[in-house]
């Protein structure tokens, strides 16, 4: 009988944080910007510059920590790395070698063999290295500094993970949780979010490991699954037909190729030589300090998504898309707050706000617009005082500026009129004018009526509510 | 024999020498090596903006020994400085004694400021660390390098100490204004007891016990009880400091590469030779034992049996200090084994720099101050910049 196989997975996380500023010193930590823009004399390893923590960068570990259910270190402390490398200016990187901000989390994970909790051993903070990049025509290779210093959380599993349905299910789980408390966009195509793979083979039921290797360079989650299924047969291939000998090495995942190669051992070997960094001294996390993040963590998206259903009576699909990104949820319960009125609230932003970020290319986390402001339209709407076709006016100006809606409403006469008299004569000279229609609705079409409704709201620019508009209109023709 | 690596002439002010090792953005900052020659900082040290501030005068960058670690300068790219009498001496010490420069600003990792001044009678202040900033300083070992002054007098010294104490928040190891202010007090404190080092004076010739007795009479002569103490503890601060201060170094120095600025060999085709290449032939041989000693004592290998036990040496000689300075005021002790040095003592013994801190390292390591008056070493607890600075009065003028 044929000997079965399990993997055991565990993985190393790289996020970078959504901090303003790189996490010691004052440049922007934004992506792009031209090379070597966001640079400083700090971040780009002259002499002289010393390191100054950046406070929001130990909010964001701590967040991190507290939504993976983490340990918080209380005093959490900064070492360095020694390695050489032209993208690392100072030839060291900082970062958490002996006490990192959080220890000991779990993640639970859904995929369909059941409900699995994932182990974290730990999260540290440390600084991103720079890029290279290669000139061929000139045979020269750049150092682009801009990433350099821009802060990180590293995420390391316990190799908890046996498949890459759960390493899949596992990065879903922790970009949702993470994106939600605001740590990061966690976008792996900007390189915000980088996985590395330590996978290892063994047959079903024993005790002892495989040996292991470490995958690199996956950029997309569908990257990182196939990276497993290849390494996974690749070990036991190995292992069953005696292709190759398994070291323990460090390998680059070639997506183009679909094969995992072994890096130059120099690159992966190494005494980092890590000790404590002594120009930064031990962050000391006070319980003021502890109990402030701790009370501005998110509720879990699917406790949020339990309630959209239960408590405000939404349907499955829109309490999914709107528990999609915490942004939606913001506005939304924003909006419910103000307006009491949960359906519409949803309604509005899944479809006429996703239209709008649709058209200006911006995603659902971009979503910036005052929830109590979309609330207020959305009143405005249900009491009949703006037509639809204005109310989308409305909101095109929200994600312009910072507006009241009845007050801009009233001020570009958007405010349905309850001037019968009014409607009365332009219904009149409608008729009037449109005699065939008129004609073709007593001869049995109805939809000559909706020609001259269309005219009337036309002529009203549409501030007028339809019910009282078709019922005058009925009863003139009539 | 060039002491200034750089002037600076035209501006108002008491004059002060920086050693090379103080960033400055008008003027080339080499730390005496070849690897920064020429090197132009696009900052200047908070310490020269402060003086500047301050009203004194930058008179120049004095040359020093490679990354100050050395014994009095010798290793320096651009050349040692010797006094008539063939003994060493540092550049900073010599402007200061010639009065051409009222006072110097140097860096202590290694005891260099504090051993010169003592050899040539002057006076060292070593504040307490964290109580001035070090933000554009070369950072060799930052654990307990400290920013120093000396002067050929105390009053000199202590106006221009006040003028670069202070907390900044470029520095994350400042410490917060409160404490600062406590070195910066105006008024002198007078000291009732002083205790006298035992076996690190006894290691000492017999020229500068001597120096240790005259100031011992000096004190008793004012009414103040001197003590002789058991301070045995106290000598392996030296070899703690050696591997903190190399471990450190080693770190600090390894962003000189090659590839952003400095020094770059003309002999590569691979990254590891331009690397290799450009640090074999910009270094010194001192630097590099001290890069190579410091790596070792950070492998994996050897971390607990050496680094993490240099920190833990630390920790008990900071409580050992805290013992000492229940009873007493100070500790009185030497800066140096000798009253002199030459170029051949540092020949017959390549790494004297790395003995010679006997005496230098309790200081560094546990961030206490240091003043040198009279030829002699004064240790006090943090803060007590004016209980040290009251004594040296009483031996200004004293063992030049
Ligand atoms: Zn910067």
């Not at chain 1, 996974?232 to 190729?257: C, M, P, S, Y």
């Amino acid at each position: 009988m044929a000997t079965k196989y399990e993997t055991v997975i565990g993985l190393e996380v790289h996020i970078e944080l959504a901090t303003e500023s790189k996490i010691f010193c004052s440049c922007s930590a934004k992506f792009g910007g031209e090379q070597n823009d966001h640079v400083c004399p700090a971040c780009c390893g002259m002499p002289g510059m010393l390191p100054v923590v950046n406070k929001h960068v130990v909010d964001l570990g701590m967040t991190a920590g507290m939504m993976l259910n983490c340990h918080i270190n209380r005093v959490t402390t900064f070492d360095k790395k020694s390695y050489y490398y032209p993208d690392l200016p100072c030839s060291y990187q900082t970062t958490q070698w002996f006490a990192p901000v959080a220890v000991n989390g779990t993640v639970r994970i859904n995929t369909s063999k059941g409900e699995k909790d994932i182990r974290i051993k730990q999260i540290h903070m440390e600084e991103d290295a720079g890029k290279l990049v290669h000139d061929d025509w000139t045979n020269t290779t750049f150092v682009d500094f801009n990433r350099t210093s821009v802060p990180l959380i590293e995420i390391v599993s316990q190799p908890d993970l046996s498949s890459a349905e759960e390493v899949v299910a596992y990065l879903e789980r922790l970009r949702s949780l993470l994106r939600f408390a605001k740590v990061s966009e966690c976008r792996m195509e900007q390189g915000s979010m980088r996985c590395d793979v330590n996978l290892s083979v063994r047959p079903e039921g024993s005790k002892v490991l495989g040996v292991r290797t470490e995958m690199k360079n996956m950029n997309s989650i569908s990257a990182i699954e196939r990276a497993i299924e290849y390494e996974t047969a690749r070990h036991i291939d190995a292992i069953e037909n005696g292709t190759e000998e398994l070291v323990q090495e460090t390998r680059r995942w070639d997506d183009i190729k679909g094969k995992s190669f072994a890096m130059r051992n120099k690159e992966t070997a190494g005494d980092y030589r890590y000790f404590p960094d002594p120009n930064v001294m031990p962050v000391c996390i006070d319980d003021e300090w502890y109990d402030g993040i701790k009370a501005t963590l998110p509720e879990f998206p699917e406790v949020k998504r339990e309630k959209y259903i239960n408590e405000l009576g939404l349907g499955e699909y829109d309490a999914d898309l709107l528990t999609e990104s915490r942004a939606l949820c913001d506005v939304f319960e924003a909006a419910y707050a103000e307006s009491n009125l949960a359906k519409e609230s949803a309604n509005w932003i899944i479809s006429n706000c996703m239209k709008v970020l649709n058209r200006k290319q911006m995603t659902p986390d971009m979503l910036n617009i005052d929830g109590k402001s979309l609330g207020k339209l959305i009143k405005l709407v249900a009491d009949g005082k703006v037509g639809n076709a204005n109310a989308r006016k409305i909101l095109d100006e929200m994600f312009e500026n910072d507006i009241d809606p009845e007050k801009y409403a009233t001020e570009n006469g958007f405010i349905v009129s309850n001037d019968t008299g009014r409607i009365q004569d332009v219904i009149n000279a409608v008729v009037a004018a449109d005699q065939k229609s008129v004609a073709d609705f007593k001869g049995g079409k109805e939809k000559a009526l909706m020609a001259l409704f269309g005219k009337c709201m036309k002529e009203l620019k549409g501030n007028c509510d339809p019910a009282v508009l078709r019922e005058m209109l009925l009863k003139t023709i009539q | 024999m060039e002491l200034y690596l750089a002037k600076q002439d035209g501006q108002k002010g008491k004059k002060i020498a920086l050693d090379d090792m103080i960033l400055t953005k008008d003027m080339p900052t080499t730390a005496g090596s070849k690897m920064l020659e020429n090197y132009m900082s696009l900052f200047d040290a908070e310490v020269v903006e402060r003086l500047t501030a301050s009203g004194y005068a930058i008179g120049g960058k004095a040359n020093v020994g490679e990354m100050c670690i050395d014994l009095l300068g010798e290793t320096s790219y651009y050349g040692a400085v010797e006094g008539e009498d063939g003994t060493l001496m540092t550049a900073s010490a010599m402007l200061v004694k010639n009065g051409e420069a009222d006072a110097a600003i140097g860096l202590d990792a290694n005891g260099t400021p504090r051993r010169a001044a003592a050899l040539n009678g002057l006076v060292c202040i070593k504040p307490t660390y964290g109580t001035v900033s070090r933000f554009g300083t070369v950072s060799i070992a930052c654990s307990g390098e400290t920013v120093t002054v000396t002067a050929n007098d105390v009053s000199t010294a202590k106006n221009v100490l006040d003028a670069i104490v202070g907390h900044d928040d470029k520095d994350g190891t400042s410490l917060p204004e409160e404490k600062c202010a406590k070195v910066k007090a105006a008024e002198f404190v007078p000291a009732k007891r002083v205790a006298v080092a035992r076996s690190l004076t006894e290691s000492a010739s017999e020229a500068i016990k001597q120096k240790i007795a005259d100031a011992v009479d000096a004190f008793k002569a004012n009414g103040i009880e001197v003590v002789e103490i058991d301070d045995s503890l106290l000598l392996t601060a030296k070899n703690a400091w050696n591997i903190l201060m190399s471990a450190e170094l080693c770190n600090n120095v390894s962003r000189y590469d090659g590839v952003k600025y400095g020094y770059r060999t003309k002999n590569y085709t691979t990254i590891d030779e331009l690397y290799t290449n450009s640090r074999t032939e910009a270094f010194g041989e001192l630097l590099k034992t001290a890069i190579l000693f410091g790596s070792e004592t950070l492998s994996d290998y050897n971390y607990m049996k050496m680094y993490d036990k240099g920190l833990r040496i630390r920790r008990v000689l900071s409580e050992k200090f805290d013992e000492i300075f229940e009873s007493f005021d100070a500790v009185l002790m030497p800066a140096s084994a000798k009253s002199a040095y030459t170029k051949a003592d540092t020949e017959e013994n390549k790494y004297i720099a790395y003995d010679e801190n006997l005496y230098t390292a309790p200081a560094t390591i546990t961030g206490v101050p240091a003043v040198i008056a009279g030829g002699v070493q004064l240790l006090g607890k943090a803060f007590s910049e004016n209980v040290l600075l009251d004594l040296a009065k009483k031996l200004e003028g004293a063992g030049k």
